[in-house]
């Protein structure tokens, strides 16, 4: 059974399970001012040191935490927002796959 077609704010008829293009651009402008705002990865502390922390971490925890796939992220369980001594707690630490990073641990944090 396939579901009908969705009328969109703007108007338009939209196909069920995809997104108008305004949609599209309104989200895509919001995130442009949002990351405008945003410090830089290294200004976030993100820098040489954490990539080789990030390497050695992720050879002695190669697997994700939530689905046991493959880990390409070392995640922050609880976020550090700017706190070093967090950042740098190793018993804040996962490994996570990029997509359980990205969909499963971003919409948690939103939650909170």
């Given at each position: 059974m396939s579901r009908p077609p969705h009328l969109?704010?703007?108007?338009?008829?939209?196909?069920?399970?995809?997104?108008?293009?305004?949609?599209?651009?309104?989200?895509?402008?919001?995130?442009?001012?949002?990351?405008?705002?945003?410090?830089?990865?290294?200004?976030?502390?993100?820098?040489?040191?954490?990539?080789?922390?990030?390497?050695?971490?992720?050879?002695?925890?190669?697997?994700?935490?939530?689905?046991?796939?493959?880990?390409?992220?070392?995640?922050?369980?609880?976020?550090?927002?700017?706190?070093?001594?967090?950042?740098?707690?190793?018993?804040?630490?996962?490994?996570?796959?990029?997509?359980?990073?990205?969909?499963?641990?971003?919409?948690?944090?939103?939650s909170q």
């Amino acid at each position: 059974m396939s579901r009908p077609p969705h009328l969109c704010t703007c108007g338009k008829i939209v196909a069920f399970g995809t997104r108008c293009a305004c949609q599209i651009a309104s989200t895509r402008a919001r995130n442009k001012r949002h990351d405008a705002n945003r410090p830089t990865a290294r200004e976030r502390g993100y820098d040489s040191h954490w990539q080789a922390a990030r390497k050695e971490w992720l050879q002695w925890n190669p697997y994700c935490a939530m689905c046991r796939g493959k880990a390409t992220t070392v995640d922050h369980i609880k976020p550090h927002r700017g706190d070093k001594v967090l950042f740098w707690d190793k018993n804040n630490w996962q490994s996570l796959c990029t997509s359980c990073h990205n969909r499963h641990k971003q919409r948690v944090e939103q939650s909170q």
